[in-house]
């Protein structure tokens, strides 16, 4: 036997024996992905690595197979691995490595989103502070200081990955690697440069080589081989700009994210799996939940301004770890249907047929989408119009259908191929061999659940700044300026600038001699270039202000009374996290 051949036969056994060793080609076509030459229909979750802790991640990952997902889909957090240039942290939270290497003792794929702009609701998009005082640096554009560090944080983010074999074409779960971010969002603002700097994206991600396909979220004009793809609530009637691409789903928002003072967002399971079964009804075979997981916004990484700490975002695995019920169990059941229908679904396009003059065309209004989204205050994408109620994938023998009613009020019962059906409102019925339903999004089986906590108050007086035995303390800090880095300004200061992001609170500070009457009030009139603010005159609160998810920055007026004398004003300055939309 040759060298090459023992080779061979050695390669074989590891992928037979070893549990977490992939051995996968990854292409494509225009139905699917192909992993060793076989098309596949994907159920993917979205599960950041730095939003739970490490202790999670087995559990929130086996949940996550449990509920029939394929694949777990991650952004790359470049601010966070690398908060100082050249200096890398992939320590607890923020070791990708481990992240992935869990989801592939699990036995499941990888989709790493490493962008490096994620926008995410994460602080300042994902960016690190530092890239804003680069000379002459332009964001997300064709600009060479910007092009020069994106490349350098994206190859080492591949290396890692290759140099711990865990891309597919290594043996490893990593099937997919994204880069940019929704950019097709924003690219009309850049002109001529924009369309430049998304051909350099891409052409500088597939020269690194990674031996797994690359994708581009929301950019209709991805150069090939780069697959674009959608992001939404709905996403059945998107198609991809070549036929040689298949259609895939990044991010089916399963619920939204939570600004302070917002209401807490709800999407109806009912209303989800809809949009899942009318996505593979049309042609799709990739589908993201983003998220299944959402989590926590640790530390000071929320975005925003005014985005929560908790990114709970109605997943189907709650910001605990707990499953979301019937959320999750009834998602499982659609998972299980669309997989029965998985060899008719890629062995041909689907024949696309009407069931009724009332069933199969339709326009959903604005009012009609917040109707199904409940309290998420988000419109989506409107692309729900000419609804056809039957799909049909048939090859030979192999038979699944999918009929659909769109109306949002009126339940019906359709004649398909002989036989009677009864389709609730707003509903897809899988039919795996074109005869039987096995499921209708709209009727739940799964029982709901709702969590249930206990509050404790902490039983000991801590009367020092020395830690408690729960492990909380605190320091009393004076008011104003009491640490040696001050300096002398005129007039209030762009806050990114000063702070870079070091801390959320800046200080300003000045004294004033009052020549009038003790006791005399007046107005102090302050234009804010934060996102909160406290006024204290003489060391006592004065009156504070803040903006909100929807307008950052403020003026106030504030009543002041002022001694004779000597009066000092100190005005704390806050930031709510870094805006995310990078642009």
Not at 188 to 217: N, R
Not at 238 to 253: A, D, I, L, V
Not at 311 to 336: C, F, M, N, S
């Amino acid at each position: 036997m040759r060298a090459t051949q023992i080779v061979l036969v050695l390669f074989w056994l590891l992928c037979i024996h070893s549990p977490t060793l992939f051995c996968a080609n990854v292409e494509y076509d225009h139905r699917a992905l192909v992993i060793d030459g076989k098309r596949r229909v994907l159920i993917s979750g979205s599960i950041h690595y730095p939003r739970s802790t490490p202790e999670m991640w087995p559990d929130l990952i086996q949940k996550s197979k449990d509920g029939g997902l394929d694949v777990i889909e991650t952004y790359v957090f470049w601010n966070l691995n690398e908060p100082v240039r050249g200096q890398y942290d992939f320590d607890g939270r923020k070791d990708l490595v481990k992240f992935v290497k869990t989801v592939a003792a699990a036995g499941l794929y990888v989709h790493l989103r490493i962008g490096p702009y994620v926008c995410a609701e994460w602080n300042y998009g994902g960016f690190p502070l530092w890239l804003h005082f680069i000379p002459g640096i332009k964001f997300r554009t064709d600009n060479e200081p910007f092009k020069a560090e994106m490349k350098r944080f994206t190859a080492k983010i591949v290396d890692m990955i290759k140099e711990e074999n865990l891309y597919a074409s290594q043996g490893g779960p990593v099937i997919l690697s994204q880069i940019e971010n929704e950019y097709g969002n924003i690219d009309s603002a850049y002109g001529a440069a924009g369309k430049s700097y998304i051909k350099w994206a891409a052409t500088m991600a597939t020269s690194l080589d990674t031996g797994v396909p690359w994708v581009m979220c929301q950019q209709a004009d991805a150069p090939d081989p780069i697959i674009n793809t959608c992001n939404g609530f709905y996403c059945d009637q998107f198609t991809p700009n070549s036929n040689t691409k298949p259609k895939m789903w990044t991010e089916n928002w399963s619920g939204w994210f939570l600004p302070f003072g917002g209401a807490v967002p709800y999407r109806p399971v009912e209303d989800l799996a809809f949009a899942v079964a009318r996505f593979f009804q049309r042609g799709g075979t990739f589908q993201n939940y983003y998220m299944y997981h959402g989590g926590t916004n640790f530390d000071r990484t929320s975005g925003g301004p005014f985005i929560a700490t908790s990114y709970d975002y109605d997943a189907p695995i709650d910001e605990y770890g707990i499953i979301r019920q019937p959320k999750w169990g009834h998602l499982k059941e659609v998972h299980k249907a669309i997989k029965l229908c998985e060899e008719a679904l890629i062995a041909t396009d689907p024949t696309i047929t009407s069931l009724g003059p009332n069933l199969e065309s339709g326009i959903l209004t604005p009012l009609t989408i917040v109707y199904r989204l409940i309290v998420i205050g988000f419109s989506g994408h409107l692309l729900l119009c000419n609804f056809l109620s039957a799909a049909v994938y048939k090859t030979g023998s192999v038979c699944a259908a999918f009929l659909a009613n769109v109306d949002t009020k009126s339940d019906v019962t359709v004649n398909f191929s002989g036989n009677s059906y009864h389709l609730p409102a707003w509903s897809v019925s899988i039919l795996p061999d074109c005869k039987n339903v096995v499921l209708n999004t709209a009727k739940i089986n799964s029982a709901s659940a709702i969590s249930s906590f206990t509050t404790e108050s902490l039983k000991e007086d801590i009367g020092s700044s020395e830690a408690s035995s729960t492990g909380w303390s605190w320091i009393s800090e004076p008011v104003g300026i009491s640490k040696a880095d001050s300096f002398p300004q005129t007039g209030l200061l762009e806050q990114i600038n000063t702070t870079a992001d070091k801390s959320d609170y800046l200080w300003y500070s000045l004294s004033i001699d009052y020549k009038g009457d003790a006791g005399s009030q007046t107005v102090l009139h302050i234009e804010s270039l934060g996102h909160a603010l406290h006024a204290f005159i003489n060391g006592k609160l004065a009156g504070s202000q803040t903006g909100n998810s929807g307008k950052y920055k403020f003026t106030v007026d504030i009543p002041v009374t002022l001694v004779a004398g000597k009066n000092t004003i100190d005005l704390l300055s806050l930031t709510v996290g870094l805006q995310v939309q990078i642009f």
